[in-house]
T-cell receptor, first 114, second 117 residues
């Protein structure tokens, strides 16, 4: 089955700096790559996603890049703010004759230092 | 829309007891999922359902059972609670169509925190 590895497990950046979180996946058939943000004690919420027919996607301060050849994708957060502090999860999924499901990475705890 | 709702929010069980975690969604999503999240860890898929009457095992199904009699509800049953089942349980749903071209955004419920002593 699919295996998703996520690095780093913890990341601290100064407010205003950029943060980058990287994930690799094992199944070349995976074609959907979402990123979820989970604040302490809350549910995971989608912040951005990308499909395999696109190399990059941006939404204001957040961007995701995908390298299908190398089977890795990354989350980029620019101009970080205190409210960006949370745990971020990457995931990989694929359409497989009605068995669509996601495999999640182990998460990155991002701390923004004021 | 309330989205995905879960009950209870928190429960303490004794070893060997049973309980059902409830999950309901009002978005007419066809796919529903159950995950567990252990402290400091990611989400592991327990069971999922692609529609009413259809369920399948995920990565960690042992000790759990599910049913899907309606589109809206997807309860998770623990028959003989064990300390290893202490975790936070999240239900999620998504809408997958034939032309979606892949897995779709999953919307999560608020979670149920379960402690087995």
């Amino acid at each position: 089955g699919e295996n998703v590895e996520q690095h780093p497990s913890t990341l601290s950046v100064q407010e205003g700096d950029s943060a980058v979180i990287k994930c690799t996946y094992s199944d070349s058939a995976s074609n959907y790559f979402p990123w979820y943000k989970q604040e302490l004690g809350k549910r995971p919420q989608l912040i951005i996603d990308i499909r395999s027919n696109v190399g990059e996607k941006k939404d204001q301060r957040i961007a995701v890049t995908l390298n299908k050849t190398a089977k890795h994708f990354s989350l980029h957060i620019t101009e970080t703010q205190p409210e960006d502090s949370a745990v971020y999860f990457c995931a990989a999924g694929k359409s497989n004759f009605g068995n669509e499901k996601l495999t999640f990475g182990t998460g990155t705890r991002l701390t923004i230092i004021p | 829309n309330a989205g995905v709702t879960q009950t209870p929010k928190f429960r303490i069980l004794k070893i060997g007891q049973s309980m059902t975690l409830q999950c309901t969604q009002d978005m007419n999503h066809n796919y529903m999922y159950w995950y567990r999240q252990d402290p400091g860890m990611g989400l592991k898929l327990i069971y999922y359902s692609v529609g009413a009457g259809i369920t399948d095992k995920g990565e960690v199904p042992n000790g759990y059972n599910v049913s899907r009699s309606t589109t809206e509800d997807f309860p998770l049953r623990l028959e003989l609670a064990a300390p290893s089942q202490t975790s936070v349980y999240f239900c999620a749903s998504s809408r997958v169509t034939g032309g979606s071209g892949g897995a779709e955004t999953q919307y999560f419920g608020p979670g149920t925190r379960l402690l087995v002593l």
